[in-house]
């Protein structure tokens, strides 16, 4: 169980939970662990969608 723990903390990226591209907190409390491959990927996706040196109200967010 041990190891098994270990190895998924290896394979993990802190990840803010409201993203900070969208405004999210840099807080403790906005912060889990959730695996590297889906951290980037989905901080990709926000990232490639949100236009560049502008600002946008995200008022809707659909997870497929």
């Known amino acids: 169980a041990r190891e098994n723990a270990l190895k998924r903390l290896r394979e993990s990226d802190i990840d803010h939970m409201h993203e ?3 405004n999210g907190q840099n807080l403790q409390r906005n ?3 959730l695996h590297s491959a889906t951290n980037q ?3 990709n996706q926000i990232s490639t969608q949100l236009p560049r040196n502008k600002s946008v109200v995200v ?3 659909r997870i497929n």
């Open 20 to 22: 900070l591209q969208l």
């Open 41 to 43: 990927g989905v901080g």
């Open 59 to 61: 008022s809707k967010i």
């Open 31 to 33: 912060l889990k662990a």
